[in-house]
C-alpha cells in the first residue's frame, strides 16, 4: 500500500465547541468541510495517520518524530480540560522511517524532547477524526527551520516508509495560514496575509506542488503564516504522482486564514518531481550566478569550500585586484542556501593587514563558526549563495533621523555592548526595526538609550 489520500486542514482550538463555547458559529463552513475531511479519513481506513505540527518539537536544523507507544493530551490549555486524548502512536513505522533517515543521513528522528502531550495542532484534527473513525495510529511529526527542499525530502521519505511497509496511510497536513488577514485579528493586519492566503489556497486547489517553492520567507514571515512547511512535507509524498486535489473551505473571518483541501494520488506522473525541477532551475540560476562573482566573491567562495572541506587555510592567490591588496576595511560574508542565511560573519574595523585576508578570514567563520548554525557540510557547498559587504568607516549621529535602510548600516552601541546591522536587508523596511534589530543582537534592550553611528557598504554578489 500507499499514502492513501492527505487533507491540508486548520488548526484554530476554538473550532471545538467545549473551547468555542458558541464561537465556533463564526467558522461554520471551516468545520463543516472539516467533518467532511473527518469523513473521507473514515471510509479511507488508514492503519496509520501522519500527522505534521507546527505546535510539535520543533528545531532549527532536525525534523522530531515524537517517539514511545503512546501519548496523551487534553485542551486544558484552552478551558477545555474535559476534551481529552490518549493516542497509540505506531511505533514500527517510526523506526522505519528513523531508519531510513539515518541511511539516506538525513536529519529526522526521535532525537531530542520526549515531550509526550499531544500539542493542538495535533489534537484540533484528531477532535474531528475521532468522531468518524476510532482505528489507526497515529505518527507525530515536527517541522524544522531547514529550506522547503528538505520538507520535500521528508514527505519522500514518509512515503517510502508507508510503502516498505505496506501501511494504508493518510497524512493530514496541520497548518493554519496567514495570521495577518485582518485589522481586527489577532497579529493586526499586514498585505502580505491576504496575498499569501489567496496564492497558498490557489496552488493546493490545483495541487501544483512545485510553486510551493516560489514562496520565499521573507515574504512567508510578513505573512505571519503557519502551516507551509506542514504542506510542503505533504506535497514531497506525492513526488512523481498525478493529485486531485478538492478545495473544500477557506475563511479569514477571525484575522487568521483557515484553508481545507484534499489530495488523493491518481497514478505515476514523470512530470511531477518537483523536487528535482525545482533542484534543476536552482542549479542552472546559480551557476548563471557564480559566473558573474566578481573577485571579492570568488575570493570568499574558494575560502568557504577550502575549509568546509577540511583543507588548510589558502593563500592570497595571485591576480587580484589591488584594491584588495592595499585597502584595510572591514567586510562582512553572507551565506544563503535555497534562500536561507546559513552563516554571517564579519569585522566593523579591519584586524587584518589588507582586504583581501579580511574576507577569507570571516568567509571560514561564517562557513564554521557562525553559533547561530551547525557547520556547513560538504554536500551543501552547490548551493550556496555567497556575498560580501565592505563597509566604509562609521561615523557618529545624533539620531535615528540621519539613517536611511536602505543606504545606510547602523552600529549601535551601551558601555560594551555594540550591535550592527547591514543595510538593505530583506525584511528590515524601517530605520526603527534596523536599530530595533541591532539592539537584539547586541543583548540591548531595545528603545534603550544608545550611541549610534551608520556605515555605508559596498556589496559584491
Known amino acids: 500500500m500507499s499514502v492513501l489520500a492527505a487533507f491540508m486542514v486548520p488548526h484554530p482550538p476554538m473550532i471545538v465547541p467545549q473551547v468555542g463555547k458558541g464561537s465556533e458559529a463564526k467558522i461554520r463552513s471551516t468545520t463543516e468541510a472539516y467533518e467532511q475531511a473527518a469523513e473521507q479519513i473514515a471510509a479511507l481506513e488508514p492503519d496509520v495517520i501522519l500527522i505534521t505540527s507546527p505546535h510539535s518539537v520543533m528545531y532549527s536544523d532536525y525534523f522530531h518524530i515524537s517517539p514511545g507507544k503512546r501519548a496523551k493530551g487534553s485542551f486544558a490549555d484552552f478551558r477545555a480540560g474535559e476534551v481529552r486524548f490518549e493516542e497509540t502512536y505506531d511505533e514500527e513505522f517510526v523506526d522505519r522511517l528513523e531508519r531510513l533517515a539515518q541511511e539516506r543521513d538525513f536529519p529526522a528522528g526521535t532525537l531530542g524532547e520526549r515531550d509526550r502531550r499531544l500539542d493542538h495542532g495535533t489534537m484540533v484534527p484528531l477532535y474531528f477524526i475521532r468522531e468518524k473513525y476510532a482505528g489507526g495510529r497515529i505518527v507525530r511529526i515536527g517541522l524544522s527551520g531547514l529550506p522547503l527542499t528538505r520538507h520535500y525530502e ?7 516508509a508507508v510503502e516498505e511497509l505496506g501501511r494504508r496511510a493518510v497524512i493530514v497536513a496541520s497548518g493554519d495560514l496567514s495570521h495577518k488577514l485582518q485589522s481586527y485579528g489577532p497579529y493586526g493586519f499586514a498585505p502580505e496575509g491576504p496575498q499569501y492566503d489567496e496564492r497558498i489556497m490557489d496552488v493546493c486547489g490545483r495541487a501544483s506542488f512545485g510553486e510551493l517553492f516560489d514562496f520565499d520567507e521573507t515574504f512567508c514571515d510578513r505573512a505571519a503564516e503557519c502551516g507551509h512547511r506542514s504542506f510542503v512535507i505533504m506535497a514531497g509524498a506525492f513526488d512523481g504522482l498525478a493529485v486531485e486535489a478538492h478545495r473544500l473551505s477557506h475563511e479569514d473571518v477571525t484575522g487568521v486564514g483557515y ?3 484534499t489530495f488523493y494520488p491518481k497514478g505515476e506522473d514523470p512530470g511531477r518531481h518537483f ?3 525545482h533542484l534543476q532551475e536552482e542549479e542552472a540560476k546559480l551557476k548563471e550566478r557564480r559566473e558573474a ?9 574558494a575560502s568557504v569550500e577550502n575549509a568546509v572541506r577540511g583543507g588548510r587555510r589558502l593563500t592570497i592567490p595571485d591576480g587580484l585586484p589591488e584594491e584588495l591588496l592595499s585597502r584595510k576595511a572591514g567586510a562582512f560574508v553572507s551565506i ?7 552563516g554571517c560573519i564579519g569585522t566593523i574595523q579591519p584586524v587584518t593587514d ?3 585576508e579580511e574576507i577569507m578570514g570571516n568567509a571560514v567563520s561564517a562557513s564554521l563558526r557562525d553559533p547561530r548554525f551547525d557547520p556547513i557540510t560538504p554536500r551543501e557547498l552547490p548551493w550556496l549563495e555567497i556575498s560580501v559587504d565592505v563597509l566604509g568607516v562609521p561615523e557618529p549621529i545624533a539620531s535615528q533621523d540621519e539613517l536611511d535602510v536602505k543606504r545606510y548600516g547602523v552600529i549601535v552601541t551601551q558601555g560594551r555592548k555594540r550591535g550592527l546591522l547591514l543595510p538593505d536587508l530583506d525584511g528590515v523596511d524601517t530605520v526603527e526595526q534596523q536599530v530595533e534589530i541591532a539592539c ?6 531595545p528603545g534603550s538609550r ?9 556589496r559584491h554578489h
Open 154 to 160: 521528508l514527505g519522500m521519505l514518509l512515503r517510502e
Open 259 to 261: 484553508g481545507i483541501c
Open 275 to 277: 523536487l528535482q525541477k
Open 293 to 301: 562573482e566578481d573577485a571579492f566573491v570568488r575570493l570568499a567562495r
Open 336 to 342: 544563503h542556501e535555497h534562500g536561507r542565511l546559513r
Open 354 to 356: 589588507c582586504l583581501a
Open 440 to 445: 537584539r543582537k547586541a543583548g540591548i534592550t
Open 450 to 458: 544608545v550611541k549610534l553611528e551608520r556605515f555605508e557598504v559596498v
